[in-house]
């Protein structure tokens, strides 16, 4: 497809259960990311993986909460034992290129978003 | 630490009126600076970015944002809104070298007939 997506669009998980949600990036495209989105307030940053390195991962919230994107294309972000503040939406973006030596590029770079996943935790 | 202030969580707007959506960051380096909309049901798309060189960008959508070093803001602007403006507007902030985008809380713009 020609942006990104992200499967499901929307979850509903009782607390304690595990969930995974899934980010296709744009093909060919190096960066990806995730974010974090509550209720009224904007994105906040989870994690980075440029190709299938997870270069940053300090936005995780909890040990809870697991990245992977082991062949740098689709991605995988997988929170276990659910908790009632873990709903939100999660959003998934893509970028072109990686960073060079200081991180340029990454930075610079438009991020194309998903539509995001809606994670309600009952 | 970086910061992004957006002031307003709500504006209301006559069609045809300016659009003004304020957006103040905190950083102790020269930070490249975005601004992103997400229209109902869509994804987040980006509006416009300043990275670096002239300081007054122009987006999509007729929309433009200076870069004011000295107000530490870069504010969003368009002349006339149309109703199909009505969305929601965020700021966003990186250092250079880092990988983390900062987002504001975001500003809903309505736009009345």
């Known amino acids: 497809g020609a942006g990104v997506s992200q499967s499901p669009r929307y979850k509903v998980a009782k607390r304690g259960q595990d969930v995974a949600l899934r980010c296709d990036p744009i093909?060919?495209?190096?960066?990806l990311f995730w974010y974090q989105q509550a209720l009224g307030q904007g994105p906040e940053f989870l994690t980075y993986?440029?190709?299938?390195?997870?270069?940053?991962k300090s936005g995780l919230p909890s040990d809870r909460f697991f990245a992977e994107r082991p062949e740098g294309s689709v991605s995988t972000l997988k929170i276990q034992r659910t908790q009632q503040e873990d709903s939100a939406v999660y959003l998934c973006?893509?970028?072109?290129?990686?960073?060079?030596?200081?991180?340029?590029?990454?930075?610079?770079?438009?991020?194309?978003f998903g539509p995001g996943t809606r994670l309600t935790v009952l | 630490a970086q910061s992004v202030t957006q002031l307003g969580s709500h504006v209301s707007v006559s069609e045809g009126a300016l659009v003004l959506l304020r957006c103040n960051y905190s950083?102790?380096?020269?930070?490249?600076l975005f601004w992103y909309v997400q229209y109902p049901n869509q994804g987040l798309q980006l509006l416009l970015k300043y990275t670096t060189g002239a300081t007054l960008v122009k987006g999509i959508n007729g929309f433009e944002a200076e870069f004011k070093k000295s107000e530490t803001s870069f504010h969003l602007t368009k002349p006339s809104a149309h109703m199909s403006d009505a969305a929601e507007y965020f700021c966003a902030v990186v250092l250079g070298g880092g990988f983390k985008t900062i987002f504001g809380a975001g500003t809903r713009l309505f736009v009345k007939a």
């Open positions: 993986f440029q190709n299938e390195a997870q270069l940053d």
């Open positions: 093909s060919g495209h190096v960066s």
């Open positions: 973006a893509s970028s072109p290129r990686g960073g060079d030596e200081r991180g340029e590029s990454t930075t610079t770079d438009t991020q194309y």
């Open positions: 950083s102790s380096v020269p930070p490249y």
